[in-house]
């Protein structure tokens, strides 16, 4: 593209001018020259633009929206430029005398394309100008001019998007502004733009993390205005995630004060967030110093409050909501770490117990395994009071899914496992209920013993089952022992791959039973069953 020298010329002149006087106010005439090549057709006239404005903002308060709005232009300059595009229409306008025969020297186009778009008769005669191929000839020459005009056009906005933090360096009130361009830029395709988008955001992060990461957040939450862009909110909770998170070390400072002020922000930013980003957002929480292994239990119960309500246990539960079945059930597993740490899972068991249990049976199998595995970990912690309102509910599926022996009913075996833990956990927590509700005795010297009240009929119903499922479990650990043994034998003459794939997979599968078998069985010694030291049982 042909380059104005006497336009050129003048930009630097404003620049040397500026840059040696001592009040460059008195030079506002200057700064306005250069905002106004900004809207130059010519590349080099803006690129001087995208490196001067910036430079000289400050001193000229009056120009700040004009210098502003230009800068921004440059960043988002068109993939083709406008001078291209009247040129190309020039041209085409052209090609139509050429083809009624007005023009019959070819040649004629490439002294028009010289003068339209400086050089490009040397681009035409490189590509070739076969006689009575004019057309042929346009297309092959728009297609090189239009990749050259596509390269300079995103060297001028890297220019400009490099420049954008220099205008907060004394005029930090422009941030906020300036955060938000940068994070409708992130949607650049190439790879040196969106580099320089990255790199110019966090520059302003490290000029003023507090206001940046406002800023930056406004884009992801959606308490104080629905989120209208959900490209534009994914593209920035992506570049918090990749490029803001693991600088916290860096960026958090003084670590108490903003590692608050992010917690702040993430908690705002809950309100919808898909069960990837949440768990995203909790880990991220977790490595932070104020929730750290040292963090007092108020703060344990913070993060726990927030994974409460992502799990909605406020909401009348549907069954066939299986959003909100995920949820739960992925909710109730993110928060076992916070209970070994001292968090409260009474709000969870008493949903549970009230919501989830009446319906058990209409849950999805799989729902159902990951819903008993998560309960039987959380019940170590659980309160005494928390453990006499659940205990029942426990005691009525476990004896629904231990069968007797004149039922002939299969056993599920994980589901066994589970409730069988549970059950012991619960009962070391809240010993004197087991008296009415399953026949064993155990002396709290409380009234709610009920030890003078008969209960004969529960205990031997109770130990049926324990003893019809200890003979399953021992007969089901002679197969799959057996089983072992043949897939060794097996393995030893497996040919392929994916016969050796087959086998290992079903050695695997019979070691995982085996787990849980001897697992049930040591919860299922009937004469010397103990509710205080199961914890040292289970594998």
């Known amino acids: 593209?042909?380059?104005?020298?006497?336009?050129?010329?003048?930009?630097?002149?404003?620049?040397?001018?500026?840059?040696?006087?001592?009040?460059?106010s008195q030079h506002v005439g200057d700064y306005e020259g250069i905002i106004k090549a900004a809207t130059s057709p010519s590349i080099k006239a803006q690129q001087l633009a995208a490196q001067l404005i910036p430079r000289f903002f400050k001193f000229f308060p009056g120009t700040a929206v004009s210098a502003l709005d230009a800068h921004f232009d440059l960043c988002e300059a068109d993939e083709l430029g406008v001078s291209f595009f009247v040129s190309y229409v020039k041209i085409r306008a052209f090609l139509e005398i050429i083809a009624v025969g007005d023009v019959p020297d070819v040649m004629a186009l490439a002294n028009i394309l010289n003068t339209e778009l400086g050089g490009g008769g040397g681009a035409l005669a490189r590509v070739g100008v076969p006689e009575g191929g004019v057309r042929k000839t346009f297309r092959t020459f728009f297609c090189v001019a239009f990749d050259q005009e596509n390269s300079v056009s995103e060297v001028v906005r890297v220019q400009a998007i490099r420049g954008l933090p220099l205008f907060c360096k004394d005029t930090p009130e422009h941030l906020p502004k300036l955060i938000d361009i940068l994070a409708?830029?992130?949607?650049?395709?190439?790879?040196?733009?969106?580099?320089?988008v990255q790199k110019a955001l966090l520059s302003l992060l490290r000029q003023d993390v507090k206001a940046s990461l406002t800023a930056l957040f406004k884009h992801i939450e959606s308490v104080e205005e629905p989120i209208t862009d959900e490209s534009l909110r994914e593209r920035t909770l992506t570049f918090i995630k990749d490029k803001v998170f693991p600088l916290k070390a860096?960026?958090?400072k003084p670590p108490e004060e903003m590692e608050r002020h992010i917690t702040d922000l993430i908690k705002k930013s809950l309100q919808d967030v898909t069960g990837s980003e949440f768990k995203m957002f909790i880990d991220f929480l977790k490595s932070l110093g104020i929730f750290g292994e040292k963090a007092p239990p108020e703060r344990v119960q913070e993060l726990m409050e927030m994974i409460e309500g992502q799990a909605d246990l406020d909401a009348q539960f549907n069954v066939s909501d299986m959003d909100h079945v995920d949820r739960l059930i992925?909710?109730?597993?993110?928060?076992?770490?916070?209970?070994?740490?001292?968090?409260?899972n009474s709000k969870f068991l008493n949903y549970l117990n009230k919501q989830i249990f009446p319906v058990f049976d209409e849950l999805p199998e799989k729902r159902k395994v990951d819903l008993l595995k998560n309960l039987a970990e959380s019940s170590p912690y659980t309160t005494p009071q928390d453990a006499r309102q659940i205990f029942p509910s426990v005691v009525q599926l476990l004896k629904k899914y231990m069968p007797l022996r004149k039922t002939g009913e299969e056993m599920n075996f994980t589901y066994v496992e589970c409730l069988l833990y549970t059950f012991h956990h619960l009962a070391s927590k809240a010993p004197n209920a087991t008296n009415s509700l399953c026949g064993y005795k155990i002396v709290t010297g409380q009234p709610s013993d009920?030890?003078?009240?008969?209960?004969?009929?529960?205990?031997?119903?109770?130990?049926?089952?324990?003893?019809?499922?200890?003979?399953l479990d021992r007969a089901t650990m002679k197969k799959l022992t057996q089983g072992m043994a043949e897939h060794n034998k097996a393995m030893a003459t497996a040919k392929t791959d994916e016969e050796k794939a087959t086998i290992k997979t079903k050695k695997q599968n019979s070691t995982t039973g085996l787990r849980?078998?001897?697992?049930?069985?040591?919860?299922t010694e009937v004469g010397e069953m103990s509710f205080f030291s199961i914890r040292n049982t289970y594998a």
Do not use: H, W
């Open 1 to 24: 593209m042909a380059e104005p020298s006497d336009e050129i010329e003048k930009l630097y002149q404003y620049g040397e001018r500026l840059n040696e006087a001592k009040d460059k």
């Open 184 to 196: 409708q830029l992130l949607s650049a395709e190439e790879n040196v733009e969106r580099d320089a």
């Open 250 to 252: 860096e960026l958090l």
């Open 330 to 344: 992925s909710c109730l597993y993110m928060a076992l770490p916070f209970f070994v740490r001292g968090a409260s």
């Open 450 to 471: 009920r030890l003078g009240e008969d209960f004969s009929e529960n205990y031997k119903d109770f130990t049926e089952r324990l003893s019809c499922v200890e003979e």
């Open 516 to 523: 849980t078998c001897n697992n049930i069985l040591a919860m």
